[in-house]
């Protein structure tokens, strides 16, 4: 049996030439762990910030204590996956060797390889029957973030107004779809080039922020979810309705404060999380349903191999991308 796999690692920080790919150990599951053969992972947007350590001034210090400040403790990057079980420890019972699965390695990252090990109570589920491997390696990251601000965060309810600002990227596009499920008027603004795009996913109506400012109407809204950090905050206040709430996935401490301030003295809500800490198994379960019924499809940009690792994180730096970009590891 092969003890040595293929992984891309990373020794120091810096810019997408210093991923390589790289020959390193196999890992080795113990009793309450599946080994999982990876066929799919992807580059989220988080994933350039970890490798470049550019992250936003109130997460450098917690960052560096967990995963290094002069170099990586950790050289091997991925967070979501999709693959196929080929071992099970001894202590599993809710897995078989066979079993294809897609899931979340948290902060162990390890997705960019060839093999995971994952808890058998981790954040790991048998992928949708209609999927291929690409698709449900981006079915978490950006989907569980949407899930979580709109249903758990936003208390999202029927016939709601909701407004998705970026609505053409990871979070966008999944919470265009999620929106919809959960039976909302949804409007979408992103760049012209994917109008279409956002429209064919659901959206009701789709403004192209190059040529129109959505503040600048007289329409209100329940939920405003800005999924790329770039919206006014007073200005989106503005346009909500009583008891209306505004959503950021990137924040500033100006944002942390109003949210704590809206939370105690005002109906209109600013709400702001870090939204990993509250995904669920049964989140996993929730969108595996919504896909196998037709209700829910990750939009993939582009897939790259293993092998191009750089260039797909090149790709991701430039901000463009639409949807998720997956990496091919089988």
């Avoid at 960052?63 to 202590?91: D, H, M, Q, Y």
């Avoid at 994917?194 to 129109?212: C, E, H, P, T, W």
């Avoid at 191009?308 to 639409?322: C, F, P, R, S, T």
Wanted: positive net charge; glycine residues 8%; proline residues 4%.
């Amino acid at each position: 049996m092969a003890t040595q796999m293929k992984a891309v690692v990373f020794k120091r920080y810096g810019k997408p030439e210093v991923l390589q790919l790289a020959e390193t150990k196999k890992p080795i599951p113990k009793s309450n762990e599946v080994l999982v053969r990876i066929h799919a992972t992807s580059v989220t947007a988080e994933d350039p910030k970890m490798r470049g350590f550019n992250h936003p001034p109130l997460l450098k210090l917690p960052i560096g204590l967990l995963f290094g400040f002069r170099k990586p403790k950790n050289p091997v990057l991925g967070i979501e996956f999709s693959g196929i079980i080929e071992t099970v420890g001894s202590a599993v019972k809710n897995y078989s060797v066979g079993d294809q699965v897609f899931g979340y390695t948290g902060l162990s990252f390890g997705a960019y390889a060839e093999y995971k090990c994952m808890p058998k109570n981790g954040l790991i589920h048998v992928k949708p029957e209609n999927q291929s491997f690409e698709e449900s390696a981006c079915m978490v990251n950006g989907s569980l973030s949407a899930l979580v601000y709109l249903k758990k965060k936003g208390k999202i309810k029927k016939r709601d107004n909701v407004l998705i600002y970026g609505a053409s990227g990871s979070v966008g596009t999944a919470a265009i779809q999620l929106a919809k499920y959960f039976e909302t008027h949804v409007t979408g603004v992103c760049s012209t080039k994917n109008l279409a795009l956002v429209k064919s996913i659901g959206a009701d109506f789709v403004i192209d922020y190059s040529r129109q400012d959505f503040t600048q109407n007289d329409k209100k809204y329940d939920l405003i979810f800005d999924t790329v950090g770039k919206t006014s905050m007073r200005e989106c206040m503005n346009l909500l309705k009583p008891k209306g709430r505004y959503l950021r996935t990137e924040f500033g401490f100006s944002h942390i404060l109003a949210s704590i301030f809206t939370s105690l003295f005002n109906s209109k809500k600013v709400i702001v999380a870090s939204s990993n800490f509250y995904w669920k198994k049964e989140d996993l379960a929730f969108l595996k349903k919504i896909v196998e019924t037709g209700r829910f499809k990750p939009v993939i940009d582009t897939i790259f191999p293993l092998e191009n690792i750089v260039d797909a994180h090149q790709y991701v730096e430039l901000g463009h991308k639409v949807g998720n970009v997956a990496i091919s590891v089988r």
